[in-house]
Nanobody
Framework: VQLVESGGGSVQAGDSLRLSCAASGRTYTRGWFRQAPGKEREIAAAISWRGERTYYTDSVKGRFTISRDNAKNTVYLQMNSLKPEDTAVYFC??????????????????WGQGTQVTVSS
């Protein structure tokens, strides 16, 4: 399964961006991770297979929304009220089978190539 991300870019603080990640085959739990320069990769948001469960890291709660369209094998990350500290490479991830939980990095088997999000003040 291949994951192809789109929607990154450079914006001003307070602006919005919508990331998309299309999968070439069936996947289960989906997530968005991010990695800022000099920092470890961290999960930003995750969503269960049917979309009934979501997870957000504390710093994005209330600003980011993850959603999915299983008919299109696509997951989205709507990012509002962006801040300079949201600047990072954002990676889409997907699980190949159903597993317990949705936010642990070892749940994910497939990774996208990453898309840069830059937020200037």
């Amino acid at each position: 399964v291949q994951l192809v991300e789109s929607g990154g870019g450079s914006v001003q603080a307070g602006d919005s961006l919508r990331l998309s990640c299309a999968a070439s085959g069936r996947t289960y739990t989906r997530g968005w991770f991010r990695q800022a320069p000099g920092k470890e990769r961290e999960i930003a948001a995750a969503i269960s297979w049917r979309g009934e469960r979501t997870y957000y890291t504390d710093s994005v709660k209330g600003r980011f929304t993850i959603s999915r369209d299983n008919a299109k094998n696509t997951v989205y990350l709507q990012m509002n009220s962006l801040k300079p500290e949201d600047t990072a490479v954002y990676f889409c991830a997907a699980a190949s089978k159903l597993r317990v939980g949705i936010q642990a990095v070892d749940l994910y088997d497939y990774w996208g190539q990453g898309t840069q999000v830059t937020v200037s003040s």
